[in-house]
C-alpha cells in the first residue's frame, strides 16, 4: 500500500511539473482585493448597507471560502477611510465596536489558519482620493504603515505591502507617482525587511509604449510586484480585449529588464448602469469574458493572476453570509470552478482562446442548403475571432443553416459552434443551437439541442460563447448546424467544430 502511494505521488508531481513547463497554460486567479469601507454606489453590492462589514465572523468566513476557491492572496484595499481605522488605532477613531476583535485582526487570523498570504494596505489617509503628492497625506500614511507593521508584521499570513498608489501610466508614470511610491516602498523597508511590496497602476490602455520614458519610470519603482490594471471590465475603450492581450505581451518585454515580477489584476466585472461611474455599481462580468482575460495575460507570460475582485462578485451560493448580489454572482462562482475543475464547455473554450484546438473539419467543403453562398466554408478554416465584431473572422449569418460533409463516414466524438455577444452593436447569442448527423446527406437525426446561456450583465461587453455538445460517440458523414437570430439581433459564427482536440495535459495523459 505505501509503494502504490509513492507511486501514484510521484506520478501526480511528473504530471504537475510537465503540466507546469507546457506553454500557455493558463493561470487560475490566485488572489482577490478585500473591500472594507463602502466608499460609493460601485460598492453597492461588495459592501451591502444590510451586512455588517465590521463582523469578524464574516469576514473569517469569507477568507476560508477564498481559500476553498484555491485563492492564495489577500489585498486589502484600505484599513482606514474617513480617518476612522478597521484595525486597533492608537491615533484614528476606530469603526468597530469596542470590545471586538477588528476586521483587520479577522482577515489576518483567518489568513493564519489557511495558509495564505496578506498584503497590508496603507491606505486611505483621508478617502480613495488621498493625493500623495501631498506631504501631509504621505505622513499619515506612513503612520498607518507604522501601526499595522506593529500590529501584524509578525504574523506568518503577513506577506507584503499593497501601496494604494494607484497612479495612471498614461502615457507613462509621472514623476510624483513615481516619488510617492518610493517613499512609502522605502519606509515599509525599513518597517518590515524582506516583505513584498506591490502596486497595481491603471492606464495600459492609452500607455505609450513605444516612448523609451515608459520603461524607464517603471524601472525606477522600488516594488517587488506591480500587478497592471488590465482595465477589461472598467472599458476604456470599446471592444478592449485584443489590444489588453497586446499590451500585457510588451510589458512582458519590459519586464524582462527589470527585476520587478510581472503580475496580472484582472478586472472580474461590469457595471450596472454607466461605465466608470462611481454612480454605478460593480456586477459580475459574463464568465467567458472573464476567461478569455484570465487567458490572454497567462499567455503574455504574468507569474500570478489577481483580481479585483473575486470578493463581492464571485460569491459562493452555499455561503451562510451571502454578499447579497444578484443571482449572477453565484452562476460567475460555479461557473469559475466548473472551469477549474474541467467541467462543461469551458476546457474547449479555453483552448480555443489560447489558438490551440484542431478538428476533423478544418478543410473540409461546407455546403449550405439554405445560403448558398461560398462564405459559409470560412465556418471550417480553422481562423478564430477575436472579442471584436469587426474583425473580418467572424461571419454574419441571417439564420445559421449549415451542412458539413466530411466525405466519408466518421466517428463523431463531439461537435461545437463558437458565437460572439455585443449588446451595443446587436449582436447576440443565439438561444438554441440543434445538431445533426445523416449518413446519406438526406435524412437527419437531431443528436443534441444546446441551450446557450447569456448573462444578463451585457450592456458593456463583448465575449465570445460556444455551443458545445458533450460526448456523442456516433458515426456519420454529414453534420448539420441550425441557429436562429434572436429578434432584431445579428448572428455571428466564426467556427463549427468536429471532435476538436485541445493541446493540454493531464494527470490522465501521464498515467
Known amino acids: 500500500m505505501v509503494k502504490k502511494k509513492g507511486l501514484f505521488f510521484l506520478l501526480c508531481i511528473c504530471a504537475c511539473s510537465l503540466y507546469a513547463q507546457k506553454e500557455n497554460v493558463v493561470k487560475p486567479v490566485n488572489g482577490t482585493w478585500l473591500n472594507l469601507p463602502y466608499q460609493d454606489v460601485r460598492n453597492k453590492y461588495m459592501n451591502p448597507p444590510h451586512l455588517d462589514m465590521t463582523n469578524p465572523d464574516f469576514w473569517e468566513q469569507k477568507v476560508k471560502e477564498y481559500s476553498e476557491m484555491g485563492l492564495q492572496y489577500l ?4 484599513v482606514a477611510n474617513e480617518q476612522k481605522a478597521y484595525y486597533p488605532s492608537g491615533f484614528m477613531e476606530k469603526i468597530y465596536p469596542s470590545g471586538r476583535k477588528s476586521p483587520v485582526e479577522a482577515i489576518m487570523d483567518a489568513a493564519d489558519q489557511y495558509g495564505m498570504r496578506v498584503f497590508m494596505s496603507c491606505g486611505w489617509a483621508i478617502n480613495q482620493d488621498d493625493d500623495l503628492r501631498k506631504s501631509e497625506i504621505r505622513a499619515i500614511q506612513q503612520h498607518i504603515m507604522s501601526e499595522t507593521a506593529t500590529l501584524f508584521g509578525h504574523r506568518q499570513s503577513f506577506y507584503g505591502w499593497y501601496l494604494p498608489v494607484e497612479d495612471s501610466l498614461e502615457p507613462y508614470l509621472s514623476d510624483h507617482a513615481v516619488d510617492a511610491v518610493n517613499t512609502l516602498a522605502t519606509k515599509a523597508r525599513q518597517l518590515t525587511p524582506g516583505a513584498q511590496i506591490m502596486v497595481s497602476p491603471y492606464g495600459i490602455c492609452h500607455a505609450d509604449f513605444d516612448n523609451r520614458k515608459f520603461g524607464k519610470q517603471i524601472k525606477k519603482l522600488k516594488v517587488d510586484i506591480i500587478a497592471y490594471q488590465d482595465e477589461v471590465g472598467c472599458v476604456r475603450e470599446p471592444m478592449p480585449m485584443q489590444r489588453m492581450k497586446e499590451h500585457f505581451k510588451q510589458l512582458a518585454e519590459i519586464h524582462k529588464g527589470t527585476p520587478i515580477r510581472l503580475w496580472a489584476n484582472v478586472e472580474s466585472f461590469t457595471w450596472e448602469k ?3 461611474s462611481r454612480e454605478s455599481a460593480l456586477i459580475p462580468a459574463a464568465f467567458p469574458r472573464y476567461l478569455s482575460q484570465i487567458t490572454g495575460v497567462s499567455q503574455a507570460g504574468v507569474e500570478e493572476v489577481v483580481s479585483f475582485a473575486i470578493y463581492g462578485i464571485y460569491d459562493n451560493p452555499q455561503s451562510p453570509m451571502p454578499f447579497g448580489q444578484p443571482i449572477e454572482s453565484a452562476k460567475a462562482y460555479r461557473d469559475y470552478l466548473d472551469w477549474q475543475t474541467g467541467k462543461g464547455r469551458w476546457p474547449l473554450l479555453e483552448a480555443t482562446f489560447r489558438g490551440q484546438v484542431n478538428h476533423a473539419a478544418v478543410g473540409k467543403p461546407v455546403i449550405s442548403l439554405s445560403h448558398p453562398d461560398k462564405k459559409y466554408s470560412a465556418l471550417t478554416d480553422g481562423a478564430l475571432g477575436e472579442e471584436n465584431c469587426e474583425d473580418t473572422r467572424w461571419l454574419e449569418c441571417n439564420g445559421l443553416n449549415v451542412t458539413i460533409d466530411l466525405g466519408a463516414s466518421t466517428a463523431i466524438k463531439t461537435l461545437a459552434a463558437r458565437f460572439l455577444q455585443y449588446t451595443l452593436a446587436s449582436v447576440a447569442l443565439p438561444e438554441t443551437v440543434d445538431f445533426y448527423l445523416s449518413d446519406d446527406g438526406i435524412h437527419f437525426e437531431k443528436v443534441k439541442t444546446v441551450i446557450m446561456e447569456t448573462s444578463p450583465n451585457d450592456k458593456h461587453d463583448c465575449w465570445i460563447d460556444m455551443a ?18 434572436k429578434k432584431d439581433k445579428k448572428l455571428f459564427c466564426d467556427e463549427l467544430f468536429v471532435n476538436p482536440e485541445r493541446e493540454f495535459l493531464t494527470i490522465d495523459s501521464v498515467n
Open 274 to 276: 454607466g461605465t466608470n
Open 75 to 78: 489585498i486589502i484595499m484600505a
Open 468 to 485: 458545445d455538445t458533450g460526448s456523442i460517440d456516433r458515426k456519420a458523414r454529414y453534420i448539420r448546424v441550425i441557429a436562429e437570430n
